[in-house]
């Protein structure tokens, strides 16, 4: 009777173990319709990814491709909210059953879209400091439910917001998107036959607006280019960049430190 108590005792604190581990990262939508058309309009996504990070939650953007962990992670929705002359937006996190785990809104005083989303994401998110803990076990947790991760339409046109304007850049409209969980670049070409990559979510990452972050220099093989990458501190990395019709991976390093980074076309 001792080793049955036992054992029920052993598996009560394994399932409460398990149910108060917290989520790992959350998931940002980079297609937002009630927002505008295209990637990160009015740049809602990259503002959310940057306010995320701040607090040192982590966070990527959402792909096609369900990840392994998907019910360890939440998932955002931002919805834009009616509010009189001013910008509101609400953000909730579903968990990988589609419940509200957190939600919140938030208002921003400028009347720019862009200042005001942004402010609203910063409003809304002011109390949220950590992610919460998983509510239910992991072996509760259906791994077959039919919940799809957002994707991006493949009939989505690249028309694109404004991106933060510079003195260089005033009206900027990329057309050539590349992404993965943490960059939002426009893959583009310069006069001299070269390509480079231009960050569209910057203020995120550390960067500046609209930064060129990568220089890609032609080889003599088709599709693959010798690559200057700069970090964040300003250190330039290198390496190479391999293109496809639908990919960009590019590896670089520095040192004995080495990254590979690979891109998808929207």
Not at 34 to 44: A, L
Not at 227 to 240: R, S
């Amino acid at each position: 009777m001792k080793k049955i108590l036992l054992l029920a005792a052993l598996i009560i604190s394994v399932v409460v173990v398990s149910a108060q581990s917290t989520y790992k990262y959350v998931i940002i939508p980079i297609v937002v319709p009630e927002i505008g058309n295209g990637i990160d309009p009015s740049g809602v996504s990259s503002s959310l990814q940057k306010a995320l990070s701040k607090k040192s939650i982590e966070c990527v953007f959402e792909s096609a491709e369900r990840p392994a962990d998907y019910c360890e992670a939440l998932t955002a929705v931002i919805e834009k909210e009616s509010s009189l002359l001013r910008n509101k937006i609400s953000i909730k996190l579903r968990d990988c059953m589609n419940r509200v785990v957190w939600e919140n809104a938030g208002v921003g005083m400028s009347k720019e879209f862009r200042e005001g989303y942004a402010e609203a994401i910063e409003d809304a998110l002011k109390d949220f400091n950590e992610l919460p803990a998983i509510k239910y076990a992991q072996s509760q947790v259906a791994t077959t439910v039919p919940v799809a991760a957002a994707v991006v339409p493949a009939t989505v046109t690249p028309e694109l917001p404004v991106v933060e304007a510079t003195e260089q850049v005033s009206d900027y409209t990329p057309q050539n998107i590349y992404f993965n969980e943490k960059y939002l670049v426009d893959y583009v070409s310069t006069a001299s036959g070269d390509r480079k990559l231009i960050i569209l979510n910057g203020n995120s990452l550390g960067y500046e607006k609209m930064q060129d972050i990568a220089t890609l220099v032609s080889s003599d093989l088709q599709g693959i280019y010798t690559v200057k990458f700069m970090q964040p501190n300003g250190d330039v990395w290198t390496g190479v960049a391999n293109e496809t019709s639908s990919e960009l991976k590019i590896s670089i390093s520095r040192g004995d430190d080495r990254t590979v980074i690979t891109l998808q076309k929207q």
